[in-house]
Protein backbone atom coordinates (compact mmCIF):
# COMPACT_ATOMS: atom_id res chain seq x y z
CA UNK A 1 0.00 0.00 0.00
CA UNK A 2 2.90 2.37 0.14
CA UNK A 3 4.27 1.88 -3.22
CA UNK A 4 0.31 3.25 -4.01
CA UNK A 5 1.21 6.08 -2.01
CA UNK A 6 5.03 6.89 -3.34
CA UNK A 7 3.08 6.31 -6.87
CA UNK A 8 0.03 9.08 -6.01
CA UNK A 9 2.79 11.61 -4.61
CA UNK A 10 4.57 11.38 -7.94
CA UNK A 11 2.27 11.64 -9.59
CA UNK A 12 1.11 14.45 -7.86
CA UNK A 13 4.02 16.00 -8.39
CA UNK A 14 4.41 15.71 -12.29
CA UNK A 15 0.80 17.53 -12.07
CA UNK A 16 2.07 20.28 -10.17
CA UNK A 17 5.21 20.19 -12.42
CA UNK A 18 3.37 20.26 -15.66
CA UNK A 19 0.84 22.58 -14.09
CA UNK A 20 3.69 25.42 -13.71
CA UNK A 21 4.86 24.92 -17.13
CA UNK A 22 1.22 25.05 -18.59
CA UNK A 23 1.13 28.91 -16.34
CA UNK A 24 3.83 30.20 -18.62
CA UNK A 25 2.66 29.63 -22.15
CA UNK A 26 1.47 32.95 -23.57
CA UNK A 27 3.83 35.11 -20.65
CA UNK A 28 7.04 37.19 -21.85
CA UNK A 29 8.68 39.67 -20.36
CA UNK A 30 9.41 42.15 -22.94
CA UNK A 31 11.49 45.54 -22.85
CA UNK A 32 12.84 48.20 -25.41
CA UNK A 33 15.62 50.16 -26.32
CA UNK A 34 13.59 53.41 -25.67
CA UNK A 35 15.87 56.14 -25.49
CA UNK A 36 18.43 56.33 -28.86
CA UNK A 37 22.17 54.82 -28.35
CA UNK A 38 24.39 57.53 -29.64
CA UNK A 39 27.73 57.10 -26.98
CA UNK A 40 28.97 53.53 -25.43
CA UNK A 41 28.80 52.06 -29.17
CA UNK A 42 32.00 50.59 -29.80
CA UNK A 43 33.30 47.12 -29.11
CA UNK A 44 32.60 45.45 -25.88
CA UNK A 45 29.66 47.83 -25.36
CA UNK A 46 26.18 46.78 -24.84
CA UNK A 47 22.81 48.29 -25.93
CA UNK A 48 21.00 50.15 -23.09
CA UNK A 49 18.00 48.91 -23.01
CA UNK A 50 15.71 50.72 -20.65
CA UNK A 51 12.53 50.38 -20.66
CA UNK A 52 10.55 47.53 -19.31
CA UNK A 53 7.33 47.19 -20.82
CA UNK A 54 5.62 43.32 -19.99
CA UNK A 55 7.11 41.65 -16.79
CA UNK A 56 4.73 38.39 -16.07
CA UNK A 57 7.73 36.45 -14.00
CA UNK A 58 7.22 37.83 -10.81
CA UNK A 59 11.18 38.81 -10.07
CA UNK A 60 12.52 35.66 -12.43
CA UNK A 61 13.81 38.25 -14.74
CA UNK A 62 14.38 41.74 -14.40
CA UNK A 63 16.35 44.68 -16.19
CA UNK A 64 18.91 47.16 -14.73
CA UNK A 65 17.31 50.12 -16.15
CA UNK A 66 18.63 52.92 -13.20
CA UNK A 67 22.36 52.19 -12.90
CA UNK A 68 24.67 53.85 -14.90
CA UNK A 69 26.56 52.28 -17.80
CA UNK A 70 29.56 50.50 -17.72
CA UNK A 71 31.10 48.31 -19.78
CA UNK A 72 32.98 46.14 -17.26
CA UNK A 73 32.33 42.82 -16.10
CA UNK A 74 30.63 41.78 -13.31
CA UNK A 75 29.26 45.12 -12.59
CA UNK A 76 25.79 46.63 -12.59
CA UNK A 77 25.02 48.66 -15.94
CA UNK A 78 21.57 49.77 -17.17
CA UNK A 79 20.63 47.30 -20.32
CA UNK A 80 21.38 44.47 -18.19
CA UNK A 81 19.24 41.31 -18.29
CA UNK A 82 19.15 39.11 -14.47
CA UNK A 83 18.04 36.03 -14.83
CA UNK A 84 17.18 33.65 -12.04
CA UNK A 85 18.82 30.26 -11.67
CA UNK A 86 17.32 26.97 -12.19
CA UNK A 87 15.22 28.07 -14.67
CA UNK A 88 15.01 27.72 -18.67
CA UNK A 89 14.90 30.87 -20.87
CA UNK A 90 13.98 31.50 -24.07
CA UNK A 91 15.98 34.82 -24.97
CA UNK A 92 16.08 37.14 -27.67
CA UNK A 93 17.76 40.34 -28.15
CA UNK A 94 17.81 42.93 -31.21
CA UNK A 95 18.71 46.05 -32.13
CA UNK A 96 15.89 46.99 -34.63
CA UNK A 97 17.08 50.32 -35.70
CA UNK A 98 20.15 50.91 -36.39
CA UNK A 99 21.53 54.60 -38.51
CA UNK A 100 25.22 54.37 -40.07
CA UNK A 101 26.90 57.46 -41.30
CA UNK A 102 29.78 56.32 -44.01
CA UNK A 103 29.50 57.21 -47.48
CA UNK A 104 30.83 55.48 -49.81
CA UNK A 105 31.68 52.77 -48.50
CA UNK A 106 30.14 49.64 -46.18
CA UNK A 107 28.73 49.45 -42.54
CA UNK A 108 28.33 46.54 -40.19
CA UNK A 109 27.14 45.92 -37.06
CA UNK A 110 27.46 42.98 -35.33
CA UNK A 111 26.45 41.42 -31.78
CA UNK A 112 25.61 38.91 -29.31
CA UNK A 113 24.77 37.98 -26.13
CA UNK A 114 27.08 37.27 -23.54
CA UNK A 115 27.14 37.00 -19.68
CA UNK A 116 28.15 40.00 -18.31
CA UNK A 117 29.66 38.83 -15.54
CA UNK A 118 32.14 36.20 -17.14
CA UNK A 119 32.27 37.85 -20.51
CA UNK A 120 31.76 34.80 -22.42
CA UNK A 121 29.62 34.36 -25.33
CA UNK A 122 26.09 32.27 -25.06
CA UNK A 123 25.04 33.11 -28.38
CA UNK A 124 25.95 33.09 -31.88
CA UNK A 125 27.07 36.27 -33.48
CA UNK A 126 24.61 37.83 -35.96
CA UNK A 127 25.88 40.08 -38.60
CA UNK A 128 24.26 42.81 -40.33
CA UNK A 129 26.85 44.18 -43.51
CA UNK A 130 26.03 46.20 -46.78
CA UNK A 131 27.70 48.98 -48.81
CA UNK A 132 26.50 52.04 -49.44
CA UNK A 133 26.84 54.95 -50.95
CA UNK A 134 24.62 57.59 -48.43
CA UNK A 135 24.18 58.08 -44.83
CA UNK A 136 21.65 55.38 -43.59
CA UNK A 137 18.94 54.50 -41.51
CA UNK A 138 18.32 50.63 -41.47
CA UNK A 139 15.33 48.90 -39.80
CA UNK A 140 16.49 45.22 -39.39
CA UNK A 141 15.84 41.90 -37.93
CA UNK A 142 19.48 41.99 -36.13
CA UNK A 143 18.20 39.38 -33.68
CA UNK A 144 19.95 37.38 -30.94
CA UNK A 145 18.71 34.21 -30.04
CA UNK A 146 19.37 31.61 -27.21
CA UNK A 147 18.13 29.42 -24.74
CA UNK A 148 19.85 29.94 -21.48
CA UNK A 149 19.93 27.63 -18.12
CA UNK A 150 21.89 29.06 -15.71
CA UNK A 151 22.14 27.15 -12.38
CA UNK A 152 22.35 30.30 -10.13
CA UNK A 153 21.29 34.15 -10.94
CA UNK A 154 23.68 35.16 -13.92
CA UNK A 155 23.57 38.36 -15.99
CA UNK A 156 23.44 38.72 -19.40
CA UNK A 157 23.77 41.66 -22.41
CA UNK A 158 23.54 41.95 -26.12
CA UNK A 159 27.08 43.20 -26.80
CA UNK A 160 28.48 44.97 -29.81
CA UNK A 161 31.09 42.25 -31.43
CA UNK A 162 32.12 44.89 -33.73
CA UNK A 163 31.19 47.44 -36.05
CA UNK A 164 32.02 49.86 -38.47
CA UNK A 165 30.40 53.42 -39.41
CA UNK A 166 27.67 52.69 -36.60
CA UNK A 167 26.24 56.05 -35.57
CA UNK A 168 23.37 55.59 -33.46
CA UNK A 169 21.20 52.49 -32.45
CA UNK A 170 17.43 54.12 -32.66
CA UNK A 171 15.60 51.08 -30.87
CA UNK A 172 15.68 47.51 -29.59
CA UNK A 173 13.58 44.63 -28.14
CA UNK A 174 14.41 42.09 -25.79
CA UNK A 175 11.87 39.32 -24.89
CA UNK A 176 12.31 36.47 -22.46
CA UNK A 177 9.75 33.35 -22.28
CA UNK A 178 10.35 30.77 -19.70
CA UNK A 179 10.00 27.11 -20.84
Not at 101 to 118: C, K, Q, V, Y
Request: with cysteine.
Amino acid sequence: MSSRVNVKNDIVANVMTCSEVVSNVGKVFVATLYASQTADIAPLDHLKFDTVIEDPYDGLVSLDVSSAYTSALGQPSIGRLTLSGGKKYLVSWSGDMIAFNLSPGAFRFESAIRNADTGDYVSPSKLLYQDIRQPILIFSDNRCQCVLEPSSNARYELTIVSTDGLQSVQSGELRVQIL
